[in-house]
């Protein structure tokens, strides 16, 4: 067996390229293990280094990018009796080439995520709808549609690319939480266009979420992974702040605003509102009804009085439970005749509400102050109380019964 001549051909098919070149590059013997030309070596050569200069070893590397192959040479000065020559090794790097481009893709979606996380961090404060823009620019979508179950209602998030704010709407609760994650639906969005169900969703406090993205998305199960988990945590935290926020700010037997939320309002707020409607109220016989059916029987006394302020509520009307039997309900950005029109619409809710046989009868009496430009809030919370007290007199005196009675 001839060792030396089984390690040589073995060498010379699995080292990689072997080369013997002249002082100039020229090349004088190879193995031909790696596929390129020698005009591509003499090309390669003149570019990186000049074969007079080679005095010791030294490495230096080849991209070929029309292959897409990346090739390392070592490169060394030897010497046969008086004859000097340089011997290069050759070798294929483009796996390590690729690995590090991937590295490098990696890194680059990392550095994306991260900056997609410490945007919706930074709207954690804010509403539900604030995440739907970072979420069109980093998913590189036109339209995305967020679905919250509001108690009885769903409110949508329809939020558009170079749309500043997206359009919210309160829908009846149908088939938005029914359609399963990566199912293409066509009655989500404004359009009605083919959506996805990218995510749907429980909180920890039971309340239902869906994201809707547009339908020509790649739906795989494994699209946008990091993203997915990101934006479930932004969804479920914000909801859980908005409820911790709710009970807070409302009264926990009547479910509108307490007086935390007032007393908030009155410093921060209303002293800016040009036109202002106080309605101050007190329910009638809370007392007496305690005292003669319980306090189960008041309770329900006062939720009566709470559900006939509920339907008034919007973006420019409040009503609060104020503690014990008094409540106050406040209107701004609206005409005087808008005022008294309010009222109106509150005595029929109350009407309604009482002529539901239930045994307990609502009786409120309510005092109306309104303000225009250049109003004394205090001046108008004192008198409105005044006004609310001469109506709980007369309307006790119309009913034959004792004006401080309870």
Not at 104 to 119: H, I, T, V
Not at 123 to 134: A, E, Y
Not at 249 to 259: A, F, P, S
Request: proline share 3%; with cysteine; glycine share 6%.
């Amino acid at each position: 067996m001839d060792i030396d001549k089984l390690i040589l051909g073995f060498a010379k098919e699995n080292v990689g390229e072997i080369l013997i070149s002249d002082e100039m590059g020229n090349i004088l013997y190879r193995n031909h293990c790696l596929d390129f030309r020698e005009a591509d070596w003499q090309r390669w050569l003149d570019h990186n280094l000049d074969g007079e200069d080679i005095t010791e070893s030294m490495e230096w590397e080849i991209t070929d990018k029309e292959k897409e192959k990346k090739l390392r040479v070592h490169s060394s000065p030897v010497t046969d009796g008086d004859e000097h020559y340089v011997m290069h090794h050759v070798y294929d790097v483009s796996d390590d080439f690729g690995l590090i481009r991937e590295l490098s893709a990696f890194s680059k979606e990392r550095q994306q995520m991260a900056r997609f996380q410490s945007e919706l961090m930074e709207r954690m404060s804010g509403n539900i709808s604030d995440c739907l823009p970072v979420i069109l620019r980093f998913m590189g979508v036109e339209e995305t549609v967020l679905c919250v179950e509001r108690g009885k209602t769903v409110e949508s998030y329809h939020a558009v690319k170079g749309e500043k704010l997206p359009v919210r709407r309160l829908e009846e609760p149908g088939k938005q939480f029914d359609i399963p994650r990566g199912r293409h639906v066509r009655s989500i969005g404004k359009d009605r266009s083919d959506y996805f169900c990218y995510m749907n969703d429980v909180n920890m406090n039971g309340k239902r979420f869906a994201l809707y993205l547009p339908g020509s998305v790649d739906t795989k199960e494994d699209n946008f992974p990091m993203h997915y988990n990101v934006i479930r945590l932004f969804i479920e935290n914000t909801l859980l702040r908005e409820e911790i926020i709710y009970e807070s700010e409302h009264d926990q037997l009547t479910r509108i605003y307490n007086k935390g939320k007032y007393l908030s309002m009155m410093e921060n707020f209303f002293p800016g509102c040009e036109r202002i409607a106080i309605y101050n109220m007190d329910v009638n016989y809370l007392k007496r009804l305690n005292d003669s059916m319980g306090h189960e029987a008041g309770d329900r006394l006062l939720i009566k009085a709470a559900k006939s302020l509920m339907p008034l509520q919007n973006d420019h009307v409040a009503a609060f439970r104020m503690g014990g039997d008094e409540f106050m309900m406040i209107a701004w950005d609206l005409e005087e005749n808008e005022a008294d029109t309010l009222k109106e619409q509150w005595a029929e809710s109350l009407a309604k509400l009482n002529s539901e046989d239930d045994g307990i009868e609502c009786v409120i009496a309510c005092g109306l102050v309104y303000g225009g430009p250049g109003h004394d809030l205090q001046a108008m919370l004192k008198e409105a109380d005044e006004k609310m007290y001469a109506d709980k007199v007369a309307i006790k005196t119309a009913r034959g019964d004792d004006p401080d009675a309870r």
